[in-house]
């Protein structure tokens, strides 16, 4: 039986991350975080206009921390420089779009990072919100979630 029709096909909303060496970089390093998705853990608070996030590698892997950290200022760098990722995931699509009214403060820490993410805006405080739910998912469920739309619900 030919179940590629109903593969759902994932539609690009703002052009291909690319495939270029940065995409390729930063692509490694979130499926390195999914991969060993069991050694995170990820605690996200309520502040005003936003959250505060502490992400920590419970296994204390220095490696892993630092793509992590890598990781999560790559993902900024990203937005700030124009570019999307994720572009066929709508939750991903809003997030990039609405980049420049997110603010994002971090502080590393020995074992993760702890991330301030707010807006002055509450419909960008609602996209704030699915992002760390999944981000919470991703570290839960693996590559089961980021295969999904977010944020992932089994
Ligand atoms: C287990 C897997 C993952 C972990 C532990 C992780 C961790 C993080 C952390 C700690 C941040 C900083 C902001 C925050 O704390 O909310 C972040 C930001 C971000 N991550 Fe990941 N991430 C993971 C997978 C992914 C995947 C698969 C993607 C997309 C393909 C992704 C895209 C982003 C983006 C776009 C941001 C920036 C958000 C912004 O600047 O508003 N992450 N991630």
């Known amino acids: 039986m030919d179940f590629t029709r ?3 096909e994932k539609v690009f909303q703002r052009g291909r991350g690319g495939s270029d060496a940065q995409h390729q970089a930063d692509e490694a390093l979130f499926h390195k975080l999914l991969e060993r ?21 419970t296994s204390g892997d220095r490696d892993l921390v630092k793509i992590l950290q890598t990781h999560a200022l790559g993902m900024k760098e ?3 420089g124009n570019r999307a990722i994720r572009s066929w995931d709508p939750l991903f699509v809003s997030l ?3 980049r420049h009214e997110i603010t994002f403060e971090y502080e590393m820490l020995e074992d993760g990072i702890r ?35 977010s944020p992932y619900t089994p």
């Open 78 to 80: 990203r937005f700030d």
């Open 37 to 57: 998705h069991e050694e995170i853990e990820r605690h996200s608070r309520k502040i005003a206009n936003g959250i505060e996030t502490t992400t920590r590698i």
């Open 6 to 8: 109903f593969r759902k």
């Open 115 to 149: 991330v301030r993410l707010g807006s002055e805006n509450p419909e960008v405080q609602k996209i704030i919100d699915l992002h760390d739910q999944t981000l919470h998912a991703f570290i839960r469920y693996g590559f089961v979630a980021a295969r999904e739309e």
């Open 96 to 98: 990039f779009d609405h």
